[in-house]
């Protein structure tokens, strides 16, 4: 299972020390919707400048407009590059278009979605390099959320998949028994005391799994 550490902070500057304390220990450096909508695109070229040799995905959650936006992301550097599940199909196939041009690829975020497994299926026959089972901040801050039921469902889509919704040291071993291909975390990471001390245990519990 790869480790998808978010940046969602608000400026290129703290991205790239961020990026850069935690890069050793992560798969996928992920550039957050806020952080995107702050800065721009620019922070995909400086993190993707910066570490050329990661995965970079820009979590762009795109609507409408799936080829536009998936070309200039693919453009700025990213590898990977988010669409929501919530849009219309040709959305995504718009964005699976642009990443066949680039040979990069589309997560498709099923955040907001409510039959996740369904549209998973469909998002992957559409031409998505995996789907994110994803509870967004709104969500977990909300009474009684349990990351159980993403993980359920993604064991049941039976398609590449990557779990995000507060996903942490208590929880990633069970991100990956449940057959996830990424397991995303943002705060448990940004937010940690030592950002690098958090991604270096990390990524020891799914080594420690792998064996
Ligand atoms: O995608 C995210 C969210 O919608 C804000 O843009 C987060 O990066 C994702 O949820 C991971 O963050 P945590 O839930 O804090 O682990």
Known sequence: MKLQVAMDLLTVEDALLLAGQVAEYVDIIELGTPLIKAAGLSAVTAIKAAH??????????????????????????ADLVSILGSA??????????????HNKGIVVDLIGVADKVTRAKEARALGAKFVEFHAGLDEQAQPGHDLGGLLTAGEEARVPFSVAGGVSLDTIESVQRAGADVAVIGRSVHSAADPALEAKKLRAAISSSNS
């Open 52 to 77: 050329p040799d990661k995965i970079v995905f820009a979590d762009m959650k795109t609507m409408d407009a799936g080829e536009l936006e998936a070309d200039i992301a693919f453009r700025a550097g």
């Open 88 to 101: 219309d199909d040709s959305t995504i196939a718009g964005g699976v278009k642009a990443a066949r041009a």
